[in-house]
């Protein structure tokens, strides 16, 4: 057990460090794209090597490499070309930003997911589980943008009930985060719920659920009690993973409605090669998507006794 | 239930089972009829495919989305369960019907300790407390002869042994005191010395309990130990039912004759008599024959009689069995004592000089042990000792056998000869060539094509994707034996010839065969090269009786005719017994004892053998058998005893030498070994195992002579 | 069964693989959902092919912007999708565009296949070290957010055609490569593997022609799958200013130029998106029926 979460942690710096490596080649390996970046493309030749170095771009590769890396763990990501400002001041805010985001949208599609995915792989091939399971490959047929397009013309254009626009500009406005909430969860639950769908269904046609209907236990005890429990583990760790899937969806639906918050930033700084916005957000997204598969792993081990006692 | 019904237990009456699938609706059971009275224990017996399984889930009305009841009755305790509704039907399964499955692993939920699982029987259907349902399942645990029931009872299904599962789904069974129990093939998963134990707990609780059995089988043996009663199912109808010893002594269905004649029992024998497979194949159930199921494989096949009209069940009027009924017209016509055709006697096989020789061979596999504690000692690299000392002789034409249970190294065993691995220590020669630790890549195509192997599983044995003619011809070119198309094509003509299998098959896939003609095809593909020696591993495990006699006896004709040294890897003694000519028991990486297949199946013997010979179920009723039930789980390979590996579960253990020392190798005779620390003399007193009554061996002989 | 059947047997014609294909297909009809997925799968596949005949007008001809859905051109005939905001006419942008997606689509899934079945066999047969390091390079390739990868990737070295077929193999390749390990390490554990291997066939041999057509069915419905989100991906990256260059007609570029009338001329951004949903639909509906008839035989 400890081994394991030692190792587990282990790959999770590994992985942070080969992507950091990986990051930093491709960003800063070519200083005079460096120093064009953050001068401006106008900037003299002699501006730029004198730039280059006060900064100490002439250092070794992996004593530059060390520094940044010193740097970025302890929170020092250096100064935005693009908002002329340190990228703490900036970095943190749009993460909570997104994080309200994302809460709302785990903490309804959780829920439904669940429900409709074990309400399909109840009884597969029921009336029931083909709507469910169409609906499903429907909703997840549309792309991010066509939704927030699909759903800004009905409730924007046509019904004039919501916002088209979530920029937050006076204050926090909760009929702002509705759209960007309803399109990530239309897109993501269905994945989820079709997971379930598959456990559900495949727990369903094992022999101990066979074993427990023929001891005689009532039909909610034997879903209850038999089935539940071994068809939400795997779920479970798709739910998790599914924060990957997040950010790649942040990007799109904060794009669409102007939304200040995470993947807004990273769109903005690549597109600008706002080279230490660009690193720090990586980074930071990496993090956190390597610490939820940790904590993926660890769940999956505790919900699965055959993993936990061996 | 009303507590004063005195009728039948069970009744089934005209009982028809139907599948519905794309093709249609698909017969599985027709026509099926049964009673069963209380306390009483009735076997059913079939090859694969009979619908013999299909019957015990109708009793419990669990038949799935595409199953149904088409006509006739269920009676139980004289209502109807085909009447029943749901909530009925719960309150009688698990309370007053229960069942023991295949794989008790299977059968187990995963994520719930074994206290949960056998707790909710009481709980539902008596209503009783946690603390009085936890009484309950911890004394049933001990009645299941569950050491440590406590421990037991916080375990997962997974922390404990095949055997213990099987146990645990007893216990789960019999808690709320069933009166009928169905068990479908509940020992076939297990290993033979734990089938054994299990047998013999059903036998003991069933009386301790008084509850019917309804014991589901394809092993003639095992229903000869257990039941009052069987039924023979061929092709979704009961062919013939009766008393055991009507059915072993006098069977009157030409397929039960059949059956027989496919068994290897101990007075068979591979030269004087051979098995007599029974001819052609089972019809699937959208394509049954007109009239009686078996007519087109019957050989008392009366054209426009059997073939008329449905066939009834009759009466057998000539014994004293009140129960004896076959479906068979001719049933009163027929020799009974004619019913298998008399097989040619084959000359002795002369065994030629040395192919094989094992000596002192020794496979041990390195692992890391990646514990905590293991972290700490810094004792991390361990070794698994799969093959230990392994030594022995094979010569031309001759059979060994190695025997032994799983985990006993044999498979490891198997890919060292083939290059899969290579050996630790030891020298294994083959045609004077040392290949011991000569990996297949680095094997001369001669080499390659001199040493096969027939495989266990004929579903996985030819690729799926490739055809017949693709998988032979490939073999034959790649071991330079034919390179020109027409010749090789050629060649894979001649191999079908030699399976007895139709030419046209070239052209088919995999998933166009039975399962016999897979393991076929599999022969052809190891006799491809004209090997010196082949390996079968398990050939026939997994075949019907019926289907595993033809492959049997094609397997031995071949070896015959090109003088092959066979390598039969087996955990089936019957079988051993029959074909071998030498055998080597191994337990746990090592040899226990070696000799020639009458010595090793006489006293004396090594403990383990004896076990083993006492496990194993015999189809006759004239055989006696003394019993010696195995305690204990087979230790881990992992972690075997430092000792003589028998020594946790020897029943003749001497003391404290054995779980220290390892045995000495004792000869008995030139090349008959044994590995104990008993002295040969002490070992000659045990009497034999099996004794077949002295008449019998006389009828035996005298119809042998005739 | 045993008798000889000595008539020559004759090799399966073309003939019979043209029924077996047929038959193939047929069974298509146990499952409604896939005919429907097919169907629309085939309607785009035929719109793209025909757009160089068939389209109105040349996609990237400016003519009256802001024109609602059947108005009338200038030289008489319709708009019938309206006009976008340089006035060039929707229709046959969205059938050029079906030209460009089912181009870039099969192509870096293709890519994508190619590279994951590779690594998943070597990972899968070859086990020990080669699966340790092809894994966990596979799993930090994983764990990168892959539309951040894309932003970044795609912006640090231009948004191409080749760019993107790149991108995305590099970011799919491991996730197929997972699948395939999988179910090598389950078929390299039955007996006719184990045949190949002692009659002395080549690792090669083995993966390519002994385990790859066995564990062809999964794939195939993965890969459905996977052009449905290959598709998405591609669209995205329209919609963000990453996708192909302009002007050539691109679904999600379309949006994204059309963006800032998406409120008051909806169906500028709304016709294209209709398009894209409805060809991921159509590989999504294509892969579940698919799965449907391989689970039932």
Not at chain 2, 230 to 242: A, H, Q, R, T
Not at chain 2, 356 to 384: C, F, H, P, W
Not at chain 2, 549 to 575: C, G, N, P, W, Y
Request: hydrophobic share 45%.
């Amino acid at each position: 057990m400890l081994i394991f979460l030692a190792k587990r942690l282990g790959f999770m710096l590994l992985t942070m460090f080969v992507v950091s490596l990986v990051l930093f080649l491709v960003m800063e390996f070519n200083i005079e794209n460096v120093a064009t970046k953050v001068l401006g493309p106008y900037s003299l030749p002699e501006q730029r090597e004198a730039w280059l170095l006060a900064n100490g771009y002439y250092e070794p590769i992996y004593i530059r490499y060390f520094d940044w890396v010193s740097g970025a763990v302890v929170g020092d990501f250096g100064i935005s070309t693009r908002f002329k400002a340190p990228v703490n001041e900036y970095i943190w805010d749009r993460l909570w930003n997104t994080a309200i985001l994302g809460f709302w949208v785990f903490a309804l599609m959780v829920p439904l997911s669940l429900v409709l995915g074990i309400l399909a792989g109840m009884k597969e091939g029921s009336r029931l589980d083909r709507i469910i399971s169409v609906s499903c490959i429907l909703t997840t047929s549309v792309p991010e943008f066509a939704s927030a397009v699909f759903f800004s013309a009905i409730f924007v254009f046509w019904l004039d009930l919501l916002p088209g626009a979530s920029s937050m500009m006076g204050g926090f406005d909760w009929k702002q985060i509705v759209l960007p909430v309803m399109v990530l969860l239309v897109y993501d639950f269905g994945y989820v719920a079709r997971m379930t769908r598959a456990s559900m269904a495949e727990v369903m046609t094992t022999h101990y659920i066979r074993t427990a209907v023929l001891k005689g236990l009532p039909y909610r005890q034997v879903i209850l009690k038999h089935a539940l429990r071994n068809a939400l583990i795997a779920p479970f760790t798709v739910i998790l993973l599914q924060l990957n899937w997040l950010l790649s969806g942040v990007i799109v639906v904060e794009f669409f409605f102007a939304y200040k918050g995470f993947g807004a930033l990273i769109l903005e700084a690549s597109l600008n090669q706002d080279i230490y916005m660009i690193e720090a957000c990586a980074l930071i997204a990496v993090f956190v998507a390597v610490a939820t598969q940790v904590l993926a792993d660890i769940g999956y081990m505790y919900l699965n006794p055959r993993i936990r006692f061996k | 239930m009303s507590e004063t019904y005195d009728g039948p237990l069970l009744e089934i009456e005209n009982l028809s089972i139907s599948y519905y699938t794309r093709a249609g609706e698909i017969p599985a059971v027709v026509d099926f009829s049964l009673t069963l009275n209380a306390g009483e224990s009735v076997g059913l017996v079939g090859e694969s495919g009979c619908g013999k399984s299909t019957v015990a889930m109708a009793i419990m009305r669990y038949m799935g989305n595409n199953g149904g009841i088409v006509g006739g009755s269920i009676k139980f305790k004289g209502r109807d369960m085909v009447q029943l509704d749901d909530e009925e039907l719960r309150k009688l399964r698990g309370s007053e019907i229960a069942m023991i499955y295949q794989e008790p692993m299977a059968a187990l939920n995963p994520s719930m300790t074994v206290a949960r699982q056998l707790m909710e029987v009481p709980i539902t259907h008596d209503g009783v407390s946690e603390d009085e349902a936890w009484k309950r399942a911890v004394q049933m645990l001990a009645d299941v002869h569950l050491p440590d029931p406590e421990r037991v009872m916080n375990a997962y299904p997974h922390q404990i042994s095949g055997g213990q599962q099987q146990r645990v789904v007893i216990a789960m069974a019999l808690l709320s005191n069933p009166s009928l129990l169905l068990l479908d093939e509940p020992t076939t998963a297990l290993d033979v010395t734990v089938e054994a134990g299990i047998v013999e707990l059903i036998g003991e609780l069933a009386q301790k309990f008084d509850t019917a059995l309804l014991y589901i089988s394809h092993n003639l043996g095992l229903m000869l130990e257990v039941c009052d009663r069987i039924g023979v199912m061929y092709s979704g109808e009961m062919v013939e039912e009766g008393r055991v010893n009507s059915i072993f002594t006098w069977p009157k269905h030409p397929y039960t004759h059949g059956l027989f004649g496919c068994i290897p029992l101990p007075h068979s024998d591979k030269n004087a008599r051979p098995l007599m497979a029974i001819p052609g194949q089972l019809p699937l159930p959208h394509q049954r024959p007109q009239g009686c199921n078996f007519g087109p494989r019957c050989r008392f096949f009366g054209d426009g009689r059997c073939n008329a009209g449905d066939i009834r069940m009759d009466a057998v009027t000539t014994d004293e069995d009140p129960d004896h009924r076959v479906r068979c017209i001719r049933w009163n016509e027929i020799d009974h004592d004619e019913a298998i055709p008399k097989p040619d006697e084959r000359p002795p096989i002369e065994i030629g000089e040395p192919v094989l020789i094992v000596e002192d061979m020794q496979k041990y596999y390195e692992i890391t042990d990646n514990s905590l504690k293991a972290l700490i000692s810094g004792d991390r690299i361990k070794y698994v000792k799969a093959n230990e000392s392994i030594t022995f002789k094979a010569g031309r034409s001759e059979t060994v056998a190695i025997v032994g249970e799983s985990g006993c190294g044999k498979s490891t065993f198997a890919k060292v000869l083939m290059g899969l691995e290579t050996t630790t220590g030891g020298t294994v020669t083959l045609n004077n060539v040392e290949i011991g630790g000569l990996e297949v890549g680095n094997r001369t195509p001669e080499q390659l094509g001199s040493l096969q192997m027939v495989f266990q599983n004929p579903n996985d044995t030819l690729n799926p994707s490739h055809s017949v003619g693709f998988q032979i011809g490939r073999v034959i070119k790649k071991f330079g034996v034919e390179s020109d198309p027409a010749k090789v094509k050629q060649r894979v003509f001649d191999l079908l010839d030699t399976v007895k299998l139709p030419r046209a098959f070239i052209n088919r896939k995999p998933r166009q065969l039975s399962g016999g003609q897979k393991q076929r095809i599999g022969i052809a593909r190891a006799f491809a090269g004209n090997p010196s020696t082949v390996i079968a591993d398990e050939p026939i495990s997994a075949l019907d009786v019926s289907v595993a006699a033809a492959v049997t006896e094609l397997l031995m004709d071949i070896q015959r005719e090109h003088k092959t040294t066979l390598l039969f890897i087996s955990h089936d003694l019957s079988a051993v017994r029959y074909l071998a000519d030498r055998v080597v028991v191994m337990y746990l990486g090592q040899i226990m004892e070696r000799g020639t297949t009458d010595e090793v199946f006489a006293p004396p013997y090594h403990p383990y053998t004896e076990a083993l010979l006492s496990a194993v179920p015999i189809a006759d009723p004239q055989v006696t058998k003394r019993r010696i039930v195995l305690e204990g789980n087979l230790p881990s390979v992992l972690n075997p005893p430092p000792g003589c590996p028998f020594a946790t579960r020897c029943p003749r253990k001497l003391g404290d030498i054995c779980d220290r020392e390892r045995p000495p190798l004792r000869e008995v005779e030139p090349r008959h070994v044994i590995a104990c620390h008993i002295e040969v003399e002490e070992l000659r007193k045990v009497p034999p195992v099996i004794t077949v009554s002295e008449d019998y061996q006389k009828e035996v002989e005298d119809r042998l002579g005739s | 069964m045993s008798e000889m059947t000595q008539e020559t047997v004759r090799a399966p014609s073309f003939g019979d693989k043209v029924v077996r294909v047929l038959k193939a297909i047929a069974l298509m009809r146990e499952s409604p959902v896939g005919m429907v997925g097919a169907g629309l799968v085939l309607f785009w596949v035929i719109m793209a092919l025909i757009a160089p005949f068939a389209a109105p007008y040349d996609p990237n001809a400016t003519m009256i912007p802001f024109q609602l859905p059947g108005t009338v051109a200038p030289d008489g005939g319709t708009f019938w999708f309206g006009t976008d905001l340089l006035g060039r006419d929707i229709l046959s942008r969205v059938m050029w565009g079906a030209q460009t997606v089912l181009f870039y689509a099969p192509l870096a899934t293709f890519c994508a296949y190619t590279v994951g079945i590779g690594m998943g066999l070597l990972a899968g047969y070859k086990m020990g070290w080669w699966d340790t390091i092809l894994s966990r390079v596979a799993d930090i390739v994983l764990s990168f957010p892959v539309m951040v990868l894309y932003v970044i990737v795609i912006a640090k070295f231009g948004a191409s055609g080749i760019n993107i077929v790149i991108a995305i193999t590099f970011a799919s390749a491991p996730a197929i490569m997972r699948i395939v390990r999988g179910l090598t390490l389950d078929v390299r554990a039955r007996d006719y593997i184990g045949a190949a291997q002692t009659r002395g066939e080549g690792a090669w041999f083995i993966m390519l022609a002994e385990i790859l057509p066995n564990v062809r069915g999964p794939l195939i419905v993965d890969a459905c799958l996977r052009f449905g989100y290959v598709t998405i991906t591609i669209g995205v990256l329209g919609f963000l200013g990453l996708g192909l260059p302009p002007p050539d007609p691109d679904w999600g570029g379309m949006i994204n130029e059309n963006r800032s009338m998406a409120l008051s001329f909806p169906h500028m951004t709304v016709i294209p998106c209709i398009a894209i949903s409805s060809l991921v639909l159509g590989f999504n509906l294509l892969a579940d029926g698919l799965r449907e008839i391989s689970i039932k035989d």
